[in-house]
């Protein structure tokens, strides 16, 4: 077809049903050229709704799971309500340097508070206020050669650790 009558809305329409991209841009580089440049969006882990499997992106997108042995390697979420927040909880985690690839599971309660399973078992329980605080907190005790051999740190009570 004539680089003329190509629709830049065309090629984008065609592009827009995949659901891992964030962004496209197309250009015409005439005589002969047409210029897509498509911006991924980066999985973050695979959620757990109402008995369905998802895969949430960086963008808070639900895409529909289907089988695929190369996203064994992201953590889980559960809860109810869990979509709505665990990119903001993703990214407290990413901001204060949080390890996010040693995490197995994230769990998510509807009074605003997350459980963090991670490759290990450890079970750390965080509150539901002071995220960021617990987070910086949970860090450095993960650190620490002492708290290795605890299977629960919970963090819930404030000003308090208590371990099992």
Do not use: C, H, M
């Not at 959620?47 to 949430?56: A, M, T």
């Not at 963008?59 to 889980?76: A, H, Q, R, V």
């Amino acid at each position: 077809k004539n680089i003329l009558f190509i629709k830049r809305k065309d090629i984008q329409s065609l592009l827009s049903s995949i659901n891992f991209l964030k962004k496209i841009e197309v250009r015409k580089k005439y005589p002969d050229t047409i210029i897509i440049k498509v911006y991924e969006t980066k999985l973050v882990a695979v959620l757990f709704k109402k008995d369905q499997k998802y895969l949430l992106d960086s963008s808070s997108n639900l895409i529909p799971f289907n089988t695929n042995d190369l996203l064994k390697n992201l953590p889980s979420v559960f809860g109810e309500g869990a979509e709505k927040n665990f990119i903001n909880f993703f990214k407290k985690l990413e901001k204060n340097n949080f390890a996010t690839k040693r995490i197995k599971n994230f769990y998510y309660f509807q009074i605003g508070r997350w459980d963090i399973q991670l490759l290990n078992d450890q079970k750390i329980k965080l509150p539901s206020n002071k995220t960021t605080e617990a987070i910086q907190q949970i860090i450095e005790l993960l650190d620490r050669e002492d708290f290795k051999k605890y299977k629960v740190i919970d963090l819930r009570i404030n000003d308090k650790i208590i371990v099992e």
